[in-house]
């Protein structure tokens, strides 16, 4: 069964600095990493997808990937309060007999961010 | 715009009654998914399908079962609640190769309380 291990917090960062989302996984076959975000009542939405080791960057965002030492990270920067939420580390999984695929999800952190 | 519905919201149910989870998607999605979610356990699969009449455990489906008898409906089955089972419980749907996009669409939720 594969494991992904996230800090579940709470994380707080002050308004207008970087936060430091971060993310261990088990399986080294591993090649597909997600995160989602989570508003607290809410379901949780896809934000960012990266496949190869570095650096992912859309707007604010950016996800890094070193498949080496098994650890992906999603770093927000210039942190608005609206970022306020919990964000999901998810891999993929594939099922017995390749019938489909799926995906497991860490525990999530609590990010706040204080105005 | 893509919906997955879940038919409750809200349901309270006693020890060793049978409950039925209703989720449909209107994105003609091969892939559905019955998560659980626990404070500090994070999102757990129960079991998910990828084609009619298909189905393929996963993480937790002891106590639980599915059926998909249409692409657009997976009902998660609770043969005979148990306390243990008041969770909230999230639907999602994706097409196949979700390792490739990653994007699962949750519906709402439906908050199980059994007594």
């Known amino acids: 069964q594969k494991e992904v291990e996230q800090n579940s917090g709470p994380l707080s960062v002050p308004e207008g600095a970087i936060a430091s989302l971060n993310c261990t996984y088990s399986?080294?076959?591993?090649?597909?990493f997600f995160w989602y975000r989570q508003y607290s009542g809410k379901s949780p939405e896809l934000i960012m997808s990266?496949?190869?080791?570095g650096d992912k960057e859309d707007g604010r965002f950016t996800a890094q990937l070193n498949k080496a030492s098994q650890y992906v990270s999603l770093l927000i920067r210039d942190s608005q309060p609206s970022d306020s939420a919990t964000y999901l580390c998810?891999?993929?999984?594939?099922?017995?007999?390749?019938?489909?695929?799926?995906?497991?999800f860490g525990k999530g952190t609590h990010l706040i961010i204080q105005p | 715009d893509v919906k997955v519905t879940q038919s409750s919201r809200y349901l309270v149910k006693r020890t060793g009654e049978k409950v039925f989870l209703e989720c449909v998607q209107d994105?003609?999605?091969?892939?559905m998914f019955w998560y659980r979610q626990d404070p500090g356990l994070g999102l757990r699969l129960i079991y998910f399908?990828?084609?009619?009449?298909?189905?393929e455990k996963g993480d937790i489906p002891e106590g639980y079962s599915v059926s998909r008898e249409k692409k657009e409906r997976f009902s998660l089955i609770l043969e005979s609640a148990s306390t243990n089972q008041t969770s909230m419980y999230l639907c999602?749907?994706?097409?196949?190769?979700?390792?490739?996009?990653?994007?699962?669409?949750f519906g709402e939720g439906s908050r199980l309380t059994v007594l």
């Open positions: 999602a749907s994706s097409f196949p190769g979700l390792a490739i996009t990653g994007e699962l669409f």
């Open positions: 399986d080294r076959v591993s090649q597909s």
């Open positions: 990266i496949y190869s080791n």
């Open positions: 998810a891999v993929n999984i594939d099922a017995p007999g390749g019938g489909a695929d799926g995906l497991t």
């Open positions: 994105m003609d999605h091969e892939n």
């Open positions: 399908s990828y084609d009619v009449k298909m189905k």
